[in-house]
């Protein structure tokens, strides 16, 4: 059974930092894509980044960044822990959302990484980022 669990969402004043993990389970597929998304109070759920392994084993990932986050948000993995990880600096306000981590399968997939949810077969239960004045 596939399991992603996220953790590190906080309370964090503007400008702080944070750092969201991913830790991934039960797939054995080597060609795979891990997506965050986010999704604030009355809106609809939003790719911000995403990162694929072509060869596996959560190392030598392709990144790919939306252009709000571009520069401040960072993907990085561990291979060891099966983890990947969202590092979030400069927090803005419009950053606030329950962020969340998703699998995709890719290995019939061409080109980079996606960030459209509906392409992501497995989701984890969230994690909420908080950003205050």
């Known amino acids: 059974e596939v399991q992603l669990v996220e953790s590190g969402g906080d309370a964090v004043q503007i400008w702080g930092s944070l750092r969201l993990s991913c830790a991934a389970s039960g797939f054995t597929f080597d060609d795979y894509s891990i997506g965050w998304f986010r999704q604030a109070p009355g809106k609809e759920r939003e790719g911000v980044s995403c990162i694929r392994f072509k060869g596996g084993s959560f190392s030598d990932g392709e990144t790919y960044y939306v252009d709000s986050v571009k520069g401040r948000f960072t993907v990085s993995s561990d291979k060891a822990k099966n983890t990947v990880y969202l590092q979030m600096n400069n927090l803005k306000l419009e950053d606030t959302a329950v962020y969340y981590c998703?699998?995709?399968?890719?290995?019939?997939?061409?080109?980079?990484?996606?960030?459209?949810?509906?392409?992501?077969?497995?989701w984890g239960q969230g994690t909420q980022v908080t950003v205050s004045l």
């Open positions: 998703a699998l995709r399968d890719s290995r019939l997939q061409s080109g980079r990484c996606s960030i459209h949810r509906f392409e992501y077969s497995n």
